[in-house]
């Protein structure tokens, strides 16, 4: 069975899928094809901001919370949310009973009792503080992360196994929305009651006039979760720890991507979870040393982002960013205004447009459009210092059409002077490797190697030895000056449009 994945998994026991950009690279459909040969996949990081796909011979399946390899359950393996997760119980109910309703089983997943509780006020946290406009929107997912992950530390969160106690769940949950309330009374009345009555907050039903929450009917729908969920709930940091000793095949599966990490990514603009191979290991509740064999996503030739926050590649510009940014643009808009064209358009707000649709990059948790540009190495020299050089290229069938292809290879500065410890940014200066600050981020411009375009459809390929000439130039130049050993390559959304390069 190993030969699926050639040389590859000799030796290793845990390996782990993380993305090396802003997200949406394509772990979902790694995380399902390595399911295969785990015993274990646990996820330790994010929460239902994550949209992860997954394809099977045309069928899409998109998890937020529940682990890519929940497909495999029914072969006997076991799927983990771990500690470091955000839980969401709404939206992994709502998952668990779309897999039910597709006739596949999720008997062995496993929820630990200590992740975080994502409770209505995050969302309506999130969502006020996102429509003010003085505390700087991040253009966030609205899924309650950041503010669940300030209970967190601040020492207020409520955990999965207070959903089994009813008393201790409700003094812990008055305790926790106090603060709250005196915040959101200072708010905008007319913003508060719209986010509480928003879908997502199930229409009003925890909206008091008053008080804002109706305390006693969050209890009474969360202790219902609790009692759906209760099977599932179970110490995952001793199962995890136990299956390490026991020599298990396990698979880690990262959410977002090392940009968007908030101890390393382009802060502020990022998520709240550290999303690096290291904060991982933490979210399920093993030593990073345990790990075997890290693989970081790329996307090539291109990249893409959602939310705010500096992109030096961007094509199109700021122009580009603002309309992804417009409340209004959604995937059907976009489709029936941009009919024609081609990734080719000289104007490159269109061809960013045109590139867009023919990814496909639409979020899927937002359904954003997302923001793209071209690679930008000096970003994942800057990614592979944290997750290792070991890295698996997505989405190299997109660009198929393009008759050149563009590729960072260094930033130059054209800010007012920085300084970042005792080194000084000047306009001009240049850099090899980026610095993930968005004050020198966003005064970069890229300085780009262009190469012509294999034109030429590369989705049914299976063998590298297949693969144009003019395509391998340019993996043997990314290879080489980002310094990254590329160990898959992967020409499509499905299970088999993959290249194994061992
Ligand atoms: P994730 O968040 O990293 O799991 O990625 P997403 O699921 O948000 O976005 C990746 C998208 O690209 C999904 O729609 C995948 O089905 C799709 N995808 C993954 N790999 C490839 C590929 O090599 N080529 C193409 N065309 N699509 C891909
Ligand atoms: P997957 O796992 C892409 C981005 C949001 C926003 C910022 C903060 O599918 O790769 P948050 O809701 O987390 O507070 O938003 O982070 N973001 C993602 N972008 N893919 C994701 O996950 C993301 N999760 C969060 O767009 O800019
Ligand atoms: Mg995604």
Known sequence: MNNRYGKLLNNVLTLAIVCNQWGDTGKGKFVDLFAEWADIIARGTGGANAGHTIRINGKEYIFHLVPSGILWDSDGKI??????????????????????????????????????????????MDRVKESDSDTGKIGTTGRGIGPLYVDHYDRIGL?????????????????????????????DPNIVE????????????FYHPNEVFDVDAIIERYLKYGKELREMISDTEEFMRTSV?????????????????????????VTSSD????????????????????LGIVKAFYMTRVGEGAFPTEIGGEESAEWCGRKDIAEEVEKIKFQQGTVNSKDEFSQGVHIRMAGNEYGATTGRPRRVGWLDLPLLRYAIKHNGPDVILTKLDVLSECETIKICLTHRYEGPNYSIGFKTFNTGSASWIATPNDEILRHCFPIYQTFPGWERDIRGVTDFSCL?????????????????????????PDRNETIFMD
Do not use: W
């Not at 969401?88 to 997943?109: F, R, T």
């Not at 999965?160 to 201790?168: A, E, G, M, Q, R």
């Open 79 to 124: 799927n983990i949310i771990g500690s470091g997760v955000a839980f969401d119980p709404k939206i992994a109910i709502e998952e668990l009973a779309i897999l039910k309703k597709e006739g596949k089983s999720y008997d062995k997943l496993q929820i630990s009792l200590n992740a975080h509780l994502v409770l209505p006020q995050h969302l309506v």
């Open 159 to 187: 955990v999965v196994n207070d959903l089994l106690n009813k008393d201790i769940f409700a003094k812990k949950l008055k305790r926790n929305l106090a603060g709250k309330i005196k915040q959101l009374h200072l708010s």
């Open 194 to 205: 719209k986010v509480m009555r928003h879908e997502h907050l199930e229409n009003g039903i």
């Open 468 to 492: 144009p000439k003019k395509f391998k130039n340019i993996l043997d130049y990314i290879a080489k000056k980002a310094g990254v050993n590329v160990k898959i390559l992967s020409v499509g």
């Open 245 to 269: 000793n026991k020599n298990q095949k396990i698979l880690l599966e990262g959410a977002q991507g090392l940009l968007l990490s908030v101890d390393y990514g382009t802060y502020p603009y």
């Open 275 to 294: 999303c690096s191979v290291s904060g991982l290991a933490k979210g399920v509740g093993i030593s990073e040393k345990n790990i075997d064999l890290t």
